[in-house]
């Protein structure tokens, strides 16, 4: 998907995430290389008017945070080790306002995070789940401050911020 709204979460989780990371990687899995972030919403295109939505509602809730707490795997994707967070009515809320702004804004919405799919996580592993799972367990959760709701462009490469707390 080219356009994603995520999650950028605070560096103290960031760090974290890092390290396990690190552990399924010396587990002989291969790790995501991307900054851990958590996608909320993902669409062919989000464009200025969805975008601009997306600001103005987002200014009105507060950004909760997350406890990623459970190594799992994705519906339909085997090769993934996930870190799962537990979805608490306020992260819903968030993933809600996202989703009630983009509908019949965007094209080729991406079903997975649609409301009653989605399952927010981090991506620590893109191979050998079994190995990584067995490095990782029995996990220590990881508190993550969300600071900022962010779409960005898969494409290109461009971020931009919708909300910060900062």
Known sequence: M????????????????????GTALEAGADPEPDRPQVTVAAAGTIQGPARDALVADLRLISLPTLWLAALSSLPGDDEHLVLAAVTDPEVLAVHSVVHDVLAGRVRSPHVAHLPGSWLPHCVLAR??????????????????????VELHDTRTGSTDTLRSTT
Do not use: K, M
Request: net charge positive; glycine share 0%.
């Open 2 to 21: 080219p356009h994603v709204v995520r999650f950028r979460l605070d560096d103290d989780a960031v760090a974290a995430l890092e390290a396990l990371r």
């Open 127 to 148: 191979s050998r789940p079994p190995a990584a799972f067995a490095a990782l367990h029995p996990v220590v959760p990881v508190r993550a401050r969300i600071v900022a």
